[in-house]
């Protein structure tokens, strides 16, 4: 019970880090302007002095080091913060806030009627869902309420030396996943589903999912630092932090995460987005 403060201590710092980060990427504009008024309270009232406090204790022995930007409407200059060894202008591998990007590019292509958001999948990607999925739609998909099976045979520590390196294809990801059907009924967050959506944006379009997101998101907003690596490039563009599993090194490492969790970015790009 003792280290349990500490314990909800570290994952505030990432919790908030992760909010100012994500806070209105990519957003349509009408429902941006509509959250004007309460971000602008929001900025106006923001006391970095709590948000200080926390990463000066960092590094600590769960969390090697943070960045957290905060910014609003009411603040003409954002406000970062930084602990360890992550400069304030750092790349970083954004995770499953690639999803994001993801659908809102399989968004504009409803938007565009070139895919039917209640339509099942199957229309599109005939031979990638075995037939006992057959009515999962798009839009389940997006909401995780498709039922698909969760990840399977995804690179991980148990595999040994080097599986950072290790690639796995789109394809191969939702093939290894599919078990026993599962009711589609309830929401079940599982990264499966943003694989799908990329392979559909893929084959909808004739494009690979890079050209479609550089297109589409990346450069009209100007996101310089933002990008999705090729599938056989396992660098990051620096400045960044040395990042580790363990004793493991894992900074340069396999970009399989593709449309699920593959993109880089840095935390001003987010906040542009």
């Given at each position: 019970?003792?280290?349990?403060?500490?314990?909800?201590?570290?994952?505030?710092?990432?919790?908030?880090?992760?909010?100012?980060?994500?806070?209105?990427?990519?957003?349509?504009?009408?429902?941006?302007s509509a959250a004007v008024p309460q971000r602008a309270a929001v900025a106006a009232s923001f006391d970095p002095a709590p948000m200080r406090d926390l990463l000066t204790r960092l590094p600590d022995p769960v969390v090697a080091g943070a960045l957290v930007r905060a910014a609003g409407d009411g603040q003409a200059v954002p406000w970062t913060g930084?602990?360890?060894?992550?400069?304030?202008?750092?790349?970083?591998?954004?995770?499953?806030?690639?999803?994001?990007?993801?659908?809102?590019?399989?968004?504009?292509?409803?938007?565009?009627?070139?895919?039917?958001?209640?339509?099942?999948?199957?229309?599109?990607?005939?031979?990638?869902?075995?037939?006992?999925?057959?009515?999962?739609?798009?839009?389940?998909?997006?909401?995780?309420?498709?039922?698909?099976?969760?990840?399977?045979?995804?690179?991980?520590?148990?595999?040994?030396?080097?599986?950072?390196?290790?690639?796995?294809?789109?394809?191969?990801?939702?093939?290894?996943?599919?078990?026993?059907?599962?009711?589609?009924?309830?929401?079940?967050?599982?990264?499966?589903?943003?694989?799908?959506?990329?392979?559909?944006?893929?084959?909808?379009?004739?494009?690979?999912?890079?050209?479609?997101?550089?297109?589409?998101?990346?450069?009209?907003?100007?996101?310089?630092?933002?990008?999705?690596?090729?599938?056989?490039?396992?660098?990051?563009?620096?400045?960044?932090?040395?990042?580790?599993?363990?004793?493991?090194?894992?900074?340069?490492?396999?970009?399989?995460?593709?449309?699920?969790?593959g993109m880089i970015s840095t935390a001003a790009d987010l906040h542009r987005c």
């Open positions: 019970m003792h280290q349990r403060p500490s314990a909800l201590r570290r994952l505030a710092v990432v919790g908030v880090a992760l909010a100012a980060i994500t806070a209105g990427a990519c957003v349509p504009a009408v429902m941006a930084t602990a360890g060894e992550v400069s304030h202008n750092a790349h970083f591998r954004i995770g499953s806030v690639t999803k994001i990007f993801t659908s809102t590019v399989v968004l504009q292509l409803a938007a565009e009627h070139r895919i039917a958001i209640d339509a099942p999948v199957r229309r599109y990607l005939p031979g990638l869902l075995p037939a006992a999925y057959g009515t999962v739609t798009v839009r389940q998909l997006l909401d995780h309420t498709s039922g698909l099976p969760a990840p399977a045979g995804i690179p991980g520590p148990v595999d040994g030396p080097g599986w950072w390196r290790k690639s796995v294809s789109p394809r191969d990801v939702v093939r290894n996943a599919f078990a026993p059907p599962r009711a589609g009924s309830v929401q079940q967050y599982n990264g499966v589903n943003t694989f799908v959506v990329g392979l559909l944006i893929e084959k909808v379009t004739g494009r690979t999912f890079k050209d479609e997101l550089t297109h589409r998101i990346i450069r009209p907003l100007g996101l310089r630092n933002t990008s999705l690596p090729s599938s056989d490039d396992m660098s990051i563009p620096a400045p960044h932090a040395r990042v580790y599993v363990g004793t493991d090194e894992v900074t340069e490492q396999s970009p399989w995460a593709w449309a699920e969790g």
